[in-house]
């Protein structure tokens, strides 16, 4: 199979990038980076004179030093022949092992020995053992997964000249893989979780995501059920991971009966409570009668308000609640739910933080290239860009907060913005409401000219309670410039709640809270800050969105064309994406792609395109993002591989190879996708028969 071209970035001073990543070690919290590879060579005429370079790769076997020497072995063959004007002396190969937190190198002089060893979180060399090197191949195969793209091209922007290689390409390499993990799985813990997990468990850390993450992709659930058979006789706790791979491979009965065992036995285990409360939400969706659906629903109700109990510290267990409520139609318990869910801050994946390169080459292979990929670099920096699209919060919301966030949009999308706003107001205690009942319990004429407004108490949220007022400031004036240009008038402000903070000032400052004063809010919430914020970035989105919405059909009436750049119409089909208008996603995101190639874009659009089953259309944009993907040095894409796999499992092998070979695009490129399809035959995936 075609290995995706090298990225060369030449160092400014020899060995610095090995250096800077000895030197942030110290700091990595999970996975760790990407392996480093770094390269030293010299000019054939001038040996005297040494350049160092470096690119970064994920996906190698790291079994051994013998595989990673051989990493680099193919790079001195490959890009450096009998003609090169340079040659490589030696190279080093780093690789990051997040279970005893060390980084394993190897170093190969060239032609000489290969020295392998570690090295420790204070720069010191240890000697490398087989249990080191197996920890190192796992962390491996879990990173290439972690830090694989999703098709859209985020991942790969990210990180600049990141070879991507698929860890696991046969039934050998996934029996490896699987042992691996099962000799190490209850350590799993030590490597960290997602970030809307608050607490890594046995079975919830980055090991048992990752497991989760390839069986999904490969359809290879009997591996995964065997593998969880065995480990679920140690730990019963894994029996909610055992349920999970029943559900994906279509055995609910045993699922369900695995679970309803488990939980015998230990009945307050919350992935378990979190799982049947998963599992019979979607199989609520799929009732046939609306009996059924609610039996269901409420069914789901009690085991994830169960899990709460279980979990009141994990953000899931209440997300998940109030999902279900959102499904019931009950806005006013799913609200209050979603103010109840407890919020983490985002810890991003470990990245490498590398010293400004002195020069960076990134060539481009022959057989990827296409060219409505190749001119998508010089057009996209060329754009202009709308200042209000740029600042729209919501599009970098991640972990707990975006979730949280795509709760209130899918409420947003079924009830409306104005009934949203009356039910906010019910159920929460709204600034203007608790300022008219404080000021009449405080009406007495010995204190009306004596009590000032009471100082309101931060209790250590300073910077938070002034990024709040600059953010609402700078939504109010935005509002105003909006309603003023006669653009917002389907869009109500939202008014702000009362500030928790403010009301615990008043109750340490004595203001007067008495109950017969005040009871028209006894039956009400304070609504936490961050919650407050979400509905005025959720205003936000709604603004611009009705503002586009009302223009182009201003536009369309007077049969004039609306015009944005495709950076603009991309943002736009995001939002729209957000706000659950899936039409006008792909509405704005073909506008975007008629202008110049976008993976997102694309990518936005294959979500629908699976979701309709237009098989034709799917399998021409994958070949596109495929090919995108190749020409950024990635050959491995789990959602991408995953979409391949469904389309055969849906159409069948020969139907699908068919389709892609009649595309009218050059063969070179139509190859990187029947290499897609080559790997759903090695893993034997269905409909792979035919």
Known sequence: ?????????????????????????????????????????????????????????TGIDASSSASLAAYI???????????????????????????????????????????????????????????LWLETYLCSVLRAYSYADDGSGETIRKIMGVRRFNPITSTETEHRFLHAAEQLFFRGWQLGSDSV??????????????????????????????????????????????????????????????????????????VMLDTQAEFLLKKAQTASTPEEKDRRLRMAMECADRS???????????????QVYVSMEDWENALTILNSCPMFTYQDKDA??????????????????????????????????????????????????????NILTE????????????????????????????????????????????????????????????????????AESATANGTDKEVEKPSHTIDPGEVKADAENGVANDDDHLSKLNTKRLCERWLDSLFMV????????????????????????????????????????????????????????????????????LRVFEQNKSTREAVASVIRLVTWQYRWYSEFSPELLHTIRMLIEDEGAVKVRSIIQATNLPQNVLDLTHHYAALCANFRSSGTDG
């Open 538 to 605: 959720l205003y936000e989105d709604l603004r611009v969105y009705t503002i586009w919405r009302t223009q182009m059909a201003q536009y369309r009436a007077q049969q004039l064309q609306y015009r944005k750049s495709a950076e603009e119409w991309e943002i736009l089909g995001s939002l729209a994406e957000r706000l659950q208008h899936l039409d006008e996603a792909v509405e704005a995101y073909r506008a975007c792609l008629s202008l110049r190639f976008s993976p997102k874009a694309l990518a936005g659009i």
């Open 411 to 478: 409420m947003t999308a079924k009830i409306g913005w104005d009934q949203l706003l009356k039910i906010r107001s019910t159920v929460f205690v709204m600034e203007d409401e608790y300022r008219t009942e404080k000021q009449e319990a405080n009406r007495n004429p010995s204190t009306d000219g004596l009590r000032g407004s009471p100082e309101r108490a931060v209790n250590g949220d300073e910077e938070e309670g002034e990024d709040q007022a600059k953010e609402t400031g700078e939504t109010e004036s935005a």
């Open 73 to 131: 072995n193919t790079l001195t063959h490959k890009e450096y022949g009998p003609n090169a004007t340079s040659k490589i002396v030696e190279g080093v190969y780093c690789c990051y092992n997040a279970f005893s937190r060390l980084d394993m190198r190897v170093h190969v002089s060239i032609p000489g020995s290969v020295e392998s060893y570690c090295v420790d979180e204070r720069g010191e060399k240890r000697k490398a053992s087989e249990e």
């Open 308 to 322: 709460t109990i279980a979990a009141p510290s994990e953000f899931g267990t209440w997300a998940r609640l109030a």
């Open 197 to 270: 997990v608050q607490v890594p468990t046995t079975v919830s850390n980055h090991l048992t995501a990752g497991l989760l993450k390839y069986l999904e992709t490969t359809g290879r659930y009997t591996s995964g059920i065997n593998l969880f058979e065995k480990l679920r006789s140690q730990e019963i706790e894994v029996s909610s991971l055992l349920a999970k791979v029943l559900f994906m491979g279509n055995e609910e009965v045993t699922g369900v009966r695995t679970l309803y065992q488990a939980l015998q036995e230990t009945p307050m285990d919350y």
């Open 352 to 405: 490498p933080f590398m010293p400004e390169p002195r020069e960076v080459h990134l060539p481009t292979l022959a057989e990827t290239r296409l060219d409505e990929i190749d001119s998508e670099p010089e057009n996209r920096y060329s754009e202009q860009v709308d200042p209000s699209l740029m600042n729209l919060r919501a599009a970098t919301y991640k972990g707990t907060f975006k979730q949280a966030y």
């Open 1 to 57: 199979m075609l290995a995706p071209a090298v990225p060369e970035i030449t160092e400014e001073n020899l060995h610095e990038s090995i250096d800077a990543r000895t030197e942030s070690l110290v700091s990595l919290r999970e996975l760790g980076p990407p392996d480093l590879v770094h390269l030293l060579k010299h000019s054939v005429r001038n040996p005297g004179k040494q350049t160092g370079i470096y690119h970064h790769v």
